[in-house]
Every structure is written in structure tokens, then in C-alpha cells.
């Protein structure tokens, strides 16, 4: 079935424009004009049959009404039209789509006044605890009270002492000014300490890593032209053999002249690779495993043999100035060492083969579970395409630091996602898979598989960081994956109910919710009676 809250209105927009009735399409189509009624009012799913004997009446490509970008945008919209400086608006899903059908444009002007505004916000609030904990700024506003204390005092003296000597009174005259002097460097100084880099660039809007997200969504995270060049690399390499360490080492040595060379911890105390231009040297650390010692090399290849092409891609209005394309270079240069390393065609195939087991895949490949998780959500080109899947990395903390998704499954853009979600739980069972069917409050559902990863450490001193990596699918096509296997995917009662992040979410009964519903949700619930033990938005 297609499934789209955009759908309806598309639908009616196309019927109109064609100057036909419900009741007259709804004949063509051999259903009533009520079903239609409903499908056009986003109550009712257009299955496949119908959606091609609509493509036929009003003469349209079926893929018309299933336009990703529209349902990204749209769940953009939603997330932030549920921030409660927007409470009094009382706009529904379906407004919110039908808004987006029509006037996209303008709702991506509201996305990029809304992430100025988040920015600006978050911004704020980071000078507000540096204020109130740095005691760098403490001792600046110290410094800044007694230099403004010394000049009224002298000034006092110069205003209210007539019997003062000239020399008395350029003495003091000497003081406030020098003191004045002080104070304008500590004004600058205690400036430069609050805003720092990010608010000076609060007028940029989007972050370089949400541009570069963005970015990466609206190619749907799919690039024919570095496909291309990464099959074209591992020709020329001879990756098709095997030791790909020593044959990428052997392309950098005589394509680029570049030497591989490993090193201890005096070498690398935070770099896992260091690059040494002036002796075309690249020294890798001996602290990676085997698997990111070869994504580095053809991370490596592919930046100094396809740089043109990389920067080329990253020219666009969607990364606006020079740290987006910077950070989106560094994006696509992880996916070509991915595409390097899996070739899509034998990636797709072996994914399908083993039913999406990561583990065999990793064996295959002689890659790690994120380099598989992220090469999985690339194979979405349209003429062979595998499963598509969803994909959140979220670290300790809650802070998601990658997202995708071409299942339809709505990642929060601000703030954490919903604290029942697996990518959360697995960190309860580190190393080990877990997996979740979820049913979201609006009816979708979906199958997830996480795992926790580690990143490895240089030195003894530097502190480990630690990853949940999650991917999933929407719940038709669960069964394609082996992780699925036993489970009752069709019970009504086997879902965790889910949200996408407590602000987002109407369900007033969850024990875990860590931030107030929507006003909506609050304002449409019914109850015979009253919780005595009242949870976080109840009072």
C-alpha cells in the first residue's frame, strides 16, 4: 500500500486540475465515491492496483504520489509546528500536508527561520550555564566590576576635589584613562569568551552537520557518480583479489606517490591517521583494527584521486558556506570508501542472499558493523535497489549524531528520540543485536536492529566513545530480514508503542515520557478521573 499524508491532497489537486468529479473518477476506478472521499481526506491506503489504474485515468507517473522528499519535508514541518510557540495554531497532520503539497517552498523557508531560531536558542542557552559555571567568565566579570569600581572612584575624586594640583589631576586623569583602556580589552576579552564561534554564525541557520544531513537525505543518500568512481578505483587497484590493505597501499605508492606507514601512541595521541604532505607520508595508527585501517586507505584514495569530483558535489545551495562543504566532503568521502570497499552490485546481492545479516555481511566484506549498517541505507538506486531501511547512531548520552531514513520513519531533527526506542536499549546488552517492532501513534509500523560499537582508543589516556548504531524498516518488509525470524510480525499486541521524541508524541499514559506532550494532546484528553502521582507535563 502507499502510504503518504500528502497523498490526498495530491490526489484531489490532480482530479481537479482535470476537471473530474469524485463521483466521476471514483466510477473509473470501480470504487464509491465515499472510499475515494476518504482516500483524498488521508483516512483510507491506496493499494498498488488502484494506485496504477489512477496513474492510467489521470495520466501520471505512479511515482507521483509517493515523492520522498515531500514526506521528509512534511515530517520536518510537523516537528516543528509542535514546538509550544506554536501551540495556539491547532494544526493537524493532515493541514500540515496538505501545506506541504501545496506550498513547499514556503514551508522550507519556515524550516530554515525555525533552525535559526533553534540555533539562536541553543546558542543562548550555552552562554547562560557558561555564565553561570566557566570561572573563566566568573573571573572576567570580577576584573570587569573592579576596573569600572576604580574608574568612578578616581573620576569621583577628579569631579567632586576642587583643591587638587595640576599634577594631582593628571595623575588621576592618567589612571581612569589607563583604566579605561583595561576595560575595554576585558569588555572584548568577556565577549569573546560568550559567543564564540556559534553565535557568530547564528545567521547561517542549520549547523554544517544538519546541512550536510539534509544534504544527504535529499540525494537519498545515494550517488551514481561516486559509485562510478569507486568501481572505477577498484580496477585500477586490483581490489577484486584479496588484501586490500596491501593493494590500496601499492595504488597511494605508485598513483600518488603517497607511503603508508603504521606508528605507536607518541605518533597519534588524538588522530587516527596523520598525513605528512610535504613527505608524502600517511601514518596510520596501530591502534584501528584491520577493517578501519582499509576504510582509511580508500578514504584516503578517494579524496586525492576524485577531489574535483567531491568538491563539485558539495557546491550547492543546500551547503551554504565553507564548513558545510567541508564537513559534506568529509561525508562523501566515507561513502565512497564504503561503495570502495562493498561494491553495490555484490553488496545488493549478498545482502539479499543472507537475508540482511550483518554478521555475514561483515565476514564478506572484512568490514565492521557500521560500515555495513551506513552501506546498507546507500543501495537505493531505483533500478536495483535493496530494502529501504532507516539509520540512527545515537551515543551515552541520547544525542543522535546520524540519521537517515528512506522507510518513512520520522527522526527527530531537535532534540533526543523517543526513550523506547532499541538504539536506546541496546546499550543495556553491549556487542549483542537487538531488535524492536514498533507501532508509532500514528498507526505505522516498523522493525529495528541495534547494536552498540566502540571506537577505538589511541592511548590508555584518551577516553573510549561508545555508539548505538540502530537500522530498520517499515513492517512489510520485515520478513527480508533474517533478525525477523520467530517473531509474530502480524499480532496487534507484539509493537512497542512508540514516538518519535516526547514533544512529538500524544500518548499521556507513557511512564517514560521526559518532556510535556503537544498542547493538543493535552487539550483532547478525556479521563473519569485524576492521577494522584502526576508524571512530567501534569500538575
Known sequence: MVKNIMLGTRLRRLRNDRGLSQVKLADQLGISASYLNLIEHNRRTLTVPLLLRLSQILEVDPQVFSPQQENILSAQVVETLHDPMFADLHLSDVDIGALVADTPQLCQAVQKAYGAYRKAHDD??????????????SNAGYRLRMLLTSILSFSEILHDT????????????????????????????????????????????LSPTEAVTDFMQANNNHFLELEEAATELRQQAGL??????????????????????????????????????????????????????????????GKLSYGPQLERLVNVPELPNEAARKRGIAALANYFAGACLMPYADMLS????????????????????????????????????????????????GNISKRFSASGLRIPKYGSA??????????????????????????????????TVSKPVLNYR???????VSIGCE?????????????????????????????????????????????????????????????????
Not at 556559534?198 to 541557520?205: E, I, K, S, T, Y
Open 462 to 468: 584518551q577516553p573510549q566513545s561508545h555508539y548505538a
Open 240 to 301: 577484486d583479489g584479496r588484501a586490500p590493505y596491501l593493494r590500496l597501499a601499492g595504488f597511494l605508492q605508485e598513483r600518488h606517490g603517497v607511503r603508508v606507514e603504521t606508528a605507536g601512541p607518541e605518533q597519534h595521541e588524538t588522530a587516527a591517521t596523520v598525513y605528512d604532505e610535504e613527505n608524502r607520508l600517511l601514518i596510520i595508527s596501530r591502534a584501528l583494527p584491520q577493517p578501519s585501517v582499509n576504510f582509511h586507505l580508500a578514504l584516503f584514495a
Open 350 to 397: 549478498a545482502a539479499e542472499e543472507t537475508r540482511y545479516d550483518i554478521g555475514q555481511l561483515r565476514q564478506h566484506f572484512s568490514v565492521t558493523f557500521e560500515q555495513v549498517c551506513h552501506r546498507l541505507t546507500t543501495l537505493r538506486n531505483p533500478s536495483a535497489s535493496g530494502i529501504p531501511l532507516h539509520l540512527i547512531r545515537v551515543d551515552v548520552a
Open 475 to 539: 513492517i512489510n518488509d520485515a520478513r527480508r530480514m533474517i533478525y525477523s525470524d520467530g517473531l509474530d510480525l502480524d499480532h496487534a499486541k507484539t509493537p512497542v508503542l512508540v514516538g518519535v521524541a516526547c514533544r512529538l508524541c500524544d500518548r499521556l499514559d507513557c511512564a517514560q515520557r521526559a518532556a510535556p506532550p503537544p498542547p493538543q494532546a493535552i487539550a483532547s484528553q478525556t479521563r473519569r478521573g485524576r492521577n494522584i502521582s502526576p508524571g512530567i507535563g501534569e500538575s
Open 124 to 137: 543562548l542557552q550555552m552562554v547562560s550555564e557558561r555564565l553561570a559555571q566557566d570561572p573563566v567568565i
Open 162 to 205: 576642587d583643591d587638587l594640583s595640576d599634577n594631582e589631576r593628571q595623575d588621576f586623569s592618567k589612571i581612569v584613562m589607563n583604566e579605561t583602556e583595561n576595560l575595554s580589552e576585558a569588555v572584548t576579552d568577556m565577549l569573546g569568551l560568550i559567543t564564540g564561534d556559534g553565535l557568530m554564525n547564528v545567521a547561517g541557520g
Open 418 to 451: 523517543c526513550p523506547r526506542w532499541v538504539v536506546h536499549h541496546a546499550f543495556m546488552t553491549p556487542g549483542r543485536i537487538c531488535t524492536q517492532m514498533d507501532r508509532m501513534s500514528d498507526g505505522s509500523r516498523y522493525f529495528n536492529v541495534a547494536r
